[in-house]
């Protein structure tokens, strides 16, 4: 398998954007008309999400360090759709077509057999993982919704009871149904550590377009059921690397944040460890009580809340990869990062700018799970 030949085959092809996936699903469901139930009625979030999975297994395909548990995790997560080892011979089948609609006169058979080596691989390992969790644990979970805050107009912070436990990492992720928006799986980490009464937290923003957040927010009742599938996501606490931690968080992304600082706080010696929370306007420091609460209790920990603009705030403003980058230097830090995508990859170049080593920035950002 040559990863750059995949590379560069990839970059040609995703540059039709929305075309590649329109092409795909069709081809599909036309092949295998079957296939269309394990599917939402509205495909729009799906088909980003095919770019955005192809893209990562081919930038990580010389990387078999990262790319073989994001398989793993997508091959256990895609359980809760009912997908079974039989139906990946029919996406190879559109994937290859697909690839080759888009890539005209450059397809050649050796492009081909590339391709088709390269898929056969990821497949084998989405089904072994597949079929190793199907002897451990349910396709998905269901979990009681046992208390609904709306913190701000927003934000909700919500907590699940599973009726069965859910074995996870802090920092790792769960794909959520509402029964109000059957089918339609959008991504949330868990916002603390697991606890032995299978309790789990979900900081949910509200955004615009967004159906299943909306649903959180202003659909859910104490009572309410929800589903969840297997835990994804790769932001895990390094604890042998003997370095002191750096957390950055933005908005909602503090909740894969505080999973890692409860794990730390449960640590015998957790090392000093400084926490940057951001928000657009001080409202939106929803958790800062909660944070000061832990780090009141921890003398490692030391809390920095900060926001972008509003006069009323009497601590640190301004952005937050800015604020950070004063409070350095972090060179000798592991650094995890959770928000959006603009504000991860903005304090990623300036740690890195300050010296901070590629592999000691950590960074979780679900900022395609919903439109």
Not at 303 to 327: K, M, N, Q, S, W
Request: proline content about 7%.
């Amino acid at each position: 398998m040559d990863p750059g030949c995949l590379r560069d085959s990839f970059a040609r092809v995703a540059m039709h954007g929305d075309q590649v996936a329109l092409f795909f699903y069709s081809d599909l469901f036309l092949r295998h008309p079957e296939t269309r139930e394990l599917f939402p009625v509205s495909m729009a979030a799906q088909r980003d999400r095919l770019l955005n999975a192809l893209g990562q297994i081919v930038a990580d395909a010389d990387k078999l360090d990262r790319l073989a548990p994001f398989l793993q995790g997508l091959g256990r997560d895609h359980r809760k759709f009912g997908a079974l080892a039989d139906h990946y011979g029919p996406v190879g089948e559109s994937l290859l077509a697909t690839l080759a609609h888009f890539s005209g006169d450059a397809w050649t058979p050796e492009l081909a057999a590339e391709w088709n080596a390269a898929y056969q691989l990821v497949a084998q390992v989405m089904t072994d993982a597949a079929a190793t969790d199907a002897r451990r644990n349910p396709a998905s979970w269901d979990a009681t919704v046992l208390s609904h805050e709306l913190r701000t107009f927003d934000v909700a912070v919500v907590r699940v009871a599973t009726v069965q436990p859910l074995y996870y990492l802090p920092g790792q992720s769960v794909a959520l149904e509402h029964p109000l928006r059957p089918r339609l799986w959008r991504y949330y980490s868990m916002a603390n550590a697991p606890r032995e009464d299978s309790t789990i937290d979900f900081h949910v923003r509200m955004i615009d377009g967004g159906p299943v957040s909306m649903a959180l927010t202003r659909a859910t009742d104490v009572g309410s059921w929800l589903r969840l599938g297997a835990p994804v996501g790769t932001l895990m606490l390094d604890t042998h690397s003997g370095r002191n931690v750096l957390l950055v968080a933005g908005s909602t992304g503090l909740a894969p944040i505080k999973a890692l600082a409860e794990q730390l706080d449960g640590l015998p010696n957790p090392p000093t460890t400084h926490l940057f929370f951001g928000a657009q306007r001080a409202e939106g420091l929803y958790d800062l009580p909660a944070l000061e609460k832990l780090a009141a209790t921890a003398p490692w920990l030391h809390i920095t809340a900060c926001v972008f603009d509003d006069p009323r705030f009497a601590g640190e403003r301004g952005y937050l990869p800015d604020i950070v980058a004063r409070h350095g230097p972090w060179n000798g830090y592991d650094a995890y990062l959770a928000g959006s995508t603009t504000m991860t990859d903005a304090t990623a170049n300036r740690l890195v700018s300050l010296g901070v080593p590629d592999n000691q920035i950590h960074i979780e950002d679900f900022g395609w799970s919903e439109p």
